[in-house]
């Protein structure tokens, strides 16, 4: 009886391999293809936001090092700009003090002009007047009146003589 | 009641009648094909409710498969197909749960239903359902191969004569080798039928043994026989659950061996 345990009935073999094959059939359409379809779509779904993530980051990286540089490039630029400003200023003391060096020269002379014009002024006038004075002092001293004219031309000469000698 | 009886009514497929004739071959209703119909519905109905249904269970149900499909796709037919392989990947699925489940259904008791004609066994503890089963393996053998390397290429794949040889040489070892391949290809089918109709049919017949041994021995006045007996077919039993799951992984991974094997180029 147990010998047909390894006696394959041959109608089976077509009846197994025909309801498998309709089997994988039918699953396909009802259970496999669904499934696979949906994880397939959630894989896509992940891949995808993992994809943006990762651009994200990179993007976020990108931005952060173009801002490190764009404040590097901003401390350059303001140690230029402060150097810059510490010359000019420099130059600028030192043009204010050459100025006033200068104005300070040119009011020297000046001063010094003026003051040379009115001692000449002065001694002009003393002149005439020690002159005048003389003549006065000279006219009651010889008592004798004599031509102012030639009084004059004599004292002038008197004086003139006197000024070549002091100079 | 004789042992080999109860073991033939256990193991052995029951016809219910002739459905019709293919030339000499009788097309017979059987026990086992009823069983077969049984499970292919049962997968239907659950696998498809579990893909596709709303709501809690049916969630539950989806998290649960969708492993064991993941597990299937990237540990088994991925590395041995290839990324080709997602086309075969609706077979390979099917063949897993259909042994699965062929497997399992023939642990339930579904004789102790009232009313039931008889409709019980295992479906893939028939050598008749493994062979049919490893035939579609071989078909699939031969379309795979087929479709990735042409007729002549996969004709080629039998005959692998390292190149630079002379035509005397070369023929008669394209021969040899040729006959060897398809002999090696012979064996692996064979051995996918045995394999799985020997490890599902020997839980069955060790735990029928173990029965055995209580008319046996009891008959002689050894009482401890019962408990004994019910603890090593407990055992067996939890032995057969593994075996059910592992079988049904062998049979996938070696059908996706052997269908690999002759997609890509050695």
């Known amino acids: ?167 | 009641m004789n042992i080999e009886q109860v073991l033939g009514h256990h193991l052995l497929d029951h016809s219910f009648g002739t459905l019709f004739t293919l030339g000499p071959i009788q097309m017979n209703l059987t026990k086992h094909l009823l069983m077969m119909w049984l499970v292919s519905a049962f997968s239907l109905a659950s696998l498809g409710f579990a893909a596709r249904g709303q709501g809690q269970a049916a969630l539950v149900l989806r998290t649960g498969l969708e492993a064991l499909v993941l597990y299937l796709r990237d540990n088994v037919v991925e590395p041995l197909l290839g990324h080709e392989g997602h086309k075969y990947l609706h077979y390979f699925l099917t063949l897993f749960f259909f042994i699965l489940f062929c497997n399992l259904a023939g642990m339930l008791p579904l004789d102790a239903i009232p009313g039931n004609p008889g409709v019980s066994g295992t479906a893939t503890g028939n050598v008749a359902v493994t062979a049919g089963l490893a035939l579609s393996t071989l078909g699939l053998i031969v379309f795979g191969g087929v479709k990735a390397q042409g007729l002549l290429g996969f004709l080629k794949h039998f005959m692998p004569i390292p190149a630079g040889l002379s035509p005397f040489i070369a023929l008669p070892l394209g021969v040899l080798l040729f006959g060897i391949e398809i002999l090696g290809l012979a064996v692996k089918i064979f051995a996918l039928t045995i394999r799985l109709f020997a490890n599902m049919i020997a839980g069955h017949i060790v735990i029928l043994g173990f029965f055995a041994l209580i008319f046996i021995i009891g008959r002689s006045g050894v009482l401890l026989t019962g408990p004994f007996a019910l603890f090593m077919v407990t055992f067996v039993n939890c032995l057969e659950l593994l075996v059910a799951f592992l079988q049904a992984f062998i049979f996938t991974l070696l059908t996706a061996v052997f269908v690999g094997g002759v997609m890509h180029h050695h």
């Open chain 1, 1 to 167: 009886m147990l010998d047909k345990l390894l006696s394959p009935d041959q109608g089976l073999i077509i009846w197994t391999v025909a309801s498998f094959l309709i089997l994988v059939a039918l699953l396909k359409a009802f259970a496999w293809g669904p499934l696979l379809h949906a994880i397939e779509e959630r894989e896509a779904k992940m891949r995808g936001e993992r994809e943006r993530a990762e651009k994200a980051r990179s993007e976020a990286e990108r931005i952060q090092k173009e801002l490190e540089s764009r404040l590097a490039h901003a401390a350059d630029e303001a140690k230029g700009l402060i150097a810059k400003a510490g010359q000019e200023g420099e130059a600028l003391r030192s043009r204010i003090k050459a100025d006033a060096a200068d104005e300070a020269k040119a009011l020297l002379e000046k001063t010094r002009a003026q003051l040379d014009e009115d001692k000449r002024r002065i001694v002009s006038d003393l002149r005439k007047e020690v002159s005048q004075l003389s003549l006065l002092a000279a006219e009651r001293l010889v008592k004798k009146s004599v031509d102012q004219n030639t009084q004059k031309a004599v004292l002038d000469q008197f004086f003139a003589e006197l000024g070549e000698k002091k100079n």
